[in-house]
């Protein structure tokens, strides 16, 4: 049987019933339209995700209190370990290859006199320079001493217009968690970060912070290193100077590249569990084939013993049956590529803010999964055609 003669019989055969053939080949349809929209909904998700945790750079390592044990969290939560200081963060600065050191802490207090809650940030004089945020009026907290630095303060974009509008706030007053500052500086807007609105937030000296909130040691050291340095290499001197200062490892430092390969991790699991979740739909869709292949086979039995009278090999008569299941398969495959495509576009214009990024591998292999659905679920009509006794078959009919 020639290749034409095999495509013509096939096709005809899908043709001869097409609402049937088409209700079947939907099922695929639909399953690779399922794979195609979720894995661009978690292929958009993880781009998003990374894309904010790296908006800073990805030469940051955070160095945080109490050692990460792997059977829970850090040790430090429980105040069995020596806090990190300022003196650390001053410490952490001259080691080499470190470009700038900013020690963190962080809460919640009022502005007095407007009613209103704030985020306050304690950071030191480098916080800009590590997170690369820009100062748009004034300057950022000065290099005071670490210990008895002087009353200033810096705005966030959001706090700056609903506290002074269209006045100038350089040089004002504002009275937080009972204590005085001058406003030295506004940060450019900055938006929301994961949730966070770095812009509804004020920054005041990290020993002030420490003494407002009533606290023994930093939250956090955030150290940026140069570019082309190692982060392994700069994280390992780090560790060498808080041990020699703290006389055990009672911190964890964590260079900011493995914090990101931990999370693509996540990430892309995620992303392959939406695509199996899909996938459901595509084996049921096989199902569908079966289904019909079945039925296909019950009512030609006539033409199989025609087929087997003429001649026709058992092969030949088993490729038909399959190529009758994949042009199936290869038809939904087809409309399902269409549809999730178009699903993914229309989603993306009318929701902007939803993040949507195709994922190609899946798609293609979504597309070459339906056609092995289609070839599994020919398999056994085909099978069972193929095995048909001539004679029986033509005395069926």
Not at 234 to 261: C, I, N, W, Y
Request: no cysteine; proline share 5%; charged share 15%.
């Amino acid at each position: 049987m020639r290749a034409a003669d095999l495509f013509s019989l096939s096709f005809s055969a899908l043709t001869h019933h097409p609402g049937r053939s088409l209700l079947s080949a939907l099922g695929i349809a639909v399953g690779v339209a399922a794979v195609i929209l979720l894995t661009a909904l978690g292929e958009g998700l993880h781009q998003f995700v990374l894309a904010e945790f790296t908006q800073f750079g990805t030469n940051i390592i955070n160095i945080s209190p109490g050692k990460t044990q792997t059977h829970g969290g850090s040790v430090g939560m429980f105040g069995s370990v020596r806090p990190l200081s300022l003196q650390d963060a001053e410490a952490l600065r001259h080691v080499p290859q470190v470009i700038a050191s900013n020690p963190s802490v962080q809460g919640n207090a009022e502005i007095e006199g407007h009613g209103r809650r704030v985020t306050l940030y304690g950071m030191g004089p480098d916080f800009a320079q590590v997170f690369g945020m820009r100062v748009a009026a004034g300057s950022f907290l000065p290099p005071d001493p670490i210990e008895t630095p002087r009353a200033y303060a810096v705005l966030g974009a959001k706090v700056r217009n609903e506290l002074f509008g269209a006045e100038s706030p350089l040089g004002q007053r504002i009275r937080v968690g009972g204590q005085r500052y001058r406003v030295i500086g506004v940060m450019a807007a900055k938006g929301q970060v994961l949730g966070f609105d770095l812009d509804d937030t004020v920054f005041i000296p990290a020993a002030r912070a420490l003494e407002l909130f009533n606290r023994e040691g930093l939250m956090e050291i955030q150290v940026t290193h140069q570019p082309d340095a190692d982060a392994d290499a700069v994280a390992t001197r780090l560790k060498r100077v808080l041990m020699a200062r703290h006389g055990s490892e009672d911190f964890t430092v964590t260079p900011q590249q493995q914090q990101l390969q931990v999370l693509d991790s996540i990430l892309a699991v995620l992303t392959f569990a939406v695509a199996a979740l899909g996938s459901i739909s595509l084996l049921v869709g096989g199902v569908g084939i079966l289904t019909l292949m079945t039925i296909t086979v019950a009512e030609r039995t006539g033409e199989i013993g025609l087929l087997n009278a003429l001649g026709a090999r058992r092969r030949q008569i088993m490729a038909l049956f399959i190529a009758e299941a994949v042009f199936l398969a290869a038809l939904g495959g087809a409309a399902g590529l269409a549809l999730g495509l178009g699903a993914a576009a229309a989603l993306a214009g009318l929701i902007p803010a939803l993040p949507v990024s195709l994922a190609w591998d899946y798609v293609l292999a979504a597309e070459a999964v339906a056609v092995l659905i289609g070839i599994a679920a020919g398999v056994d009509p085909a099978r069972r055609a193929a095995n048909m006794d001539p004679l029986q078959a033509l005395r069926a009919e």
